[in-house]
């Protein structure tokens, strides 16, 4: 049989598995749609499965043009703590066009966006009995690479031949990974901004051991979702942004610590957990209690961000990220050597930055771009004022290379 035979079959069946996804147990059940500044928004509900959470939204930020005009599409993936709300958040100013998707929209890029099933979850209705939410415990990376597979085949259909780069900040990073890793093929590139899935480092290896212990354990026991950390944390948001100089009502911290000290407290200071300290010395922001002062960060972006946090958190989803740092689970990176698309990786000096390297030496790519800001904690280059410079512009340039265009 001759290679260019078996490529076409090896091409056919990848259709095939992306048209039986597409039409297998998710349904488009609704759309809504905006315009503004000549850039249309799209917002696609879609049904995942028989349960009533499970659902996720699929958003298109496009100018108004035909396909044939655009450069190239882009799938922004989200962090753990939010959804794709991260990449639409303006400047404090409220400018059009200074977020992240607006941005890539005004220089005809296709951008797309994911925001999870745990999305829009009301704090305390879990707990409480008024959702069902077992269904959390489905809601693994593996779920997440599925659904965004339907999404790339959505894409396939809305824009076709377009060529597509997926990536993101934190999960979003990992996301890119682990899509490039179960569909090598089907993205030209990925841009993993800081995060990783694999590291051979003992220290990062042995932090993550206990936490997969732990949370194999807490799913082994019928517990399916966090309801309390990300609160916590927009707890102390916003009684950092009403009232900065009172004392934290928050029993975790010391009581002699202000709002402000206890919200700098909680992202500069290394702290373990699985979303907090997955890496030595990480930090979500660098930053000084002592000093009461974050070094990089904005913080009117950080209290814009925070406050769009989800309520719940699914702890299969962190269970395969804290057990694949392990070394325990290797499912979402072992094809990666056949992903030989570009890829832009962005760390940071107290992130995941400094532990990258083992991560990008599994892709087979030949066509790698490591960004290391070495004063950045893990989400500094999206908080600081100056995000365009660390962010929007060195991926526009690294999609400008790879894509071509105008």
Request: aromatic share 10%.
């Amino acid at each position: 049989m001759s290679i260019r035979r078996i490529v076409l079959l090896v091409l056919a069946a990848a259709l095939a598995a992306q048209a039986a996804l597409a039409a297998g147990p998710y349904q488009v059940t609704g759309t809504s749609e905006t315009r503004d500044h000549g850039i249309v928004r799209t917002e696609y509900t879609v049904k995942a499965g028989a349960h009533p959470l499970d659902c996720f939204k699929m958003i298109r930020v496009a100018r108004d043009i035909p396909a044939s005009q655009f450069n190239g599409t882009i799938v922004f993936l989200p962090p753990l703590g939010t959804t794709f709300s991260f990449y639409e958040q303006r400047d404090p100013n409220g400018a059009f066009g200074s977020s992240i998707a607006e941005y890539f929209a005004q220089r005809n890029f296709d951008v797309y966006g994911y925001s999870p099933r745990y999305e829009g979850i009301p704090a305390g209705t879990c707990e409480a009995g008024v959702l069902d939410c077992s269904i959390m415990g489905t809601w693994d990376m593996a779920s997440q690479v599925d659904d965004i597979t339907f999404i790339r085949a959505q894409i396939e259909i809305l824009h076709p031949g377009t060529k597509i780069v997926a990536g993101g900040a934190s999960l979003g990073g990992i996301l890119a990974l682990a899509v490039a890793n179960a569909h090598p093929n089907d993205w030209d590139g990925i841009v993993p901004w800081e995060g990783m899935l694999y590291s051979k480092n003992p220290q990062v290896r042995s932090i993550n051991q206990g936490y997969c212990t732990t949370l194999q354990g807490q799913l082994a026991a019928g517990l399916v979702y966090d309801g309390v950390g990300t609160n916590v944390f927009k707890m102390a948001n916003e009684l950092s942004r009403t009232t900065p100089g009172g004392l934290t009502p928050i029993p975790l911290f010391p009581p002699n610590l202000t709002n402000h000290q206890t919200l700098v407290a909680i992202v500069s200071v290394p702290t373990p957990g699985p979303a907090t300290m997955p890496a030595p010395n990480y930090v979500l922001m660098t930053g000084s209690v002592a000093e009461d002062r974050l070094f990089n960060a904005s913080e009117a972006r950080v209290y814009d961000d925070v406050a769009r946090f989800n309520a719940y958190v699914p702890l299969p989803l962190v269970r395969d990220i804290s057990c694949s740092l392990a070394g325990v689970e290797g499912q979402f990176t072992a094809n990666l050597g056949n992903f030989h698309g570009a890829v832009l990786a962005i760390g940071g000096g107290h992130g995941f930055g400094p532990y990258m390297a083992d991560q990008l030496a599994q892709i087979g790519s030949t066509d790698k771009t490591f960004r290391l800001e070495p004063t950045f904690g893990h989400i500094d280059h999206f908080m600081t004022p100056q995000h365009r410079k660390f962010v929007e512009e060195p991926i526009f340039r690294w999609m400008k290379r790879l894509f071509g265009g105008r």
